[in-house]
């Protein structure tokens, strides 16, 4: 860890993560200019409102679900986006299309478009980041839409895999 020239200790991005996986408190330390510029981005890329932040910090985690239950901290361009046309356009054949109409129907019915959104964000994020996740696992499989996205890599119509097994 660097020191500045009053001897205070200057944390780059490593030595942040290291203290807070230690549960540490980082008062009275500074962080390099780069880890507080990426931290100010991505508040700004987001949109995250600092003053409702604050406001939640001394709640229960019912009521901080029950608050946050519709809020995905995801850049505009994906909370904003058209999920149904997205999954729709990565489709090739009429088979392709009728099950993914038929899934969208399903994550529509129980409010879960958002879910979709932020899963394209997720795979997106971690594509650019080269961070490498699993092939598939569980009833998530049985999903051709969480295919086309990119969660898994399993083809749940190649294998004829029920969507009642996942959305149950």
Same mark, same amino acid.
């Given at each position: 860890m660097k020191q500045d020239n009053l001897g205070r200790c200057i944390l780059n991005e490593q030595d942040a993560l290291e203290l807070l996986y230690k549960g540490k408190s980082i008062d009275n330390i500074y962080a390099e200019q780069k880890v507080i510029d990426q931290? =100010?981005?991505? +508040?700004i890329d987001n949109e995250i409102n600092l003053e409702k932040l604050k406001s939640i +910090? #001394? %709640? #229960?985690?019912? *009521?901080?679900d029950q608050q946050n239950q519709n809020n995905w901290y995801m850049p505009l361009e994906?909370?904003?986006m058209d999920i149904i046309?997205?999954?729709?356009?990565? *489709? &090739? =054949?009429?088979?392709?299309? &009728?099950?993914v109409l038929q899934e969208l129907g399903m994550f529509v019915e129980r409010g879960m478009e958002n879910v979709l959104k932020f899963m394209v964000y997720l795979v997106d994020t971690m594509r650019k =980041? =080269? %961070? +490498?996740? /699993?092939?598939?696992? /569980?009833s998530s499989v049985s999903s051709y839409v969480l295919y086309l996205i990119g969660i898994?890599?399993?083809?749940? %119509?190649?294998?004829?895999?029920? %969507?009642?097994e996942f959305l149950r």
């Open positions: 931290y =100010n981005k991505s +508040v +910090v #001394d %709640i #229960d985690i019912e *009521t901080f994906y909370r904003n046309e997205y999954v729709l356009s990565k *489709t &090739q =054949n009429e088979q392709q299309k &009728q099950r =980041n =080269n %961070i +490498v996740w /699993g092939v598939g696992r /569980g898994h890599k399993v083809d749940s %119509i190649k294998f004829n895999l029920d %969507i009642k």
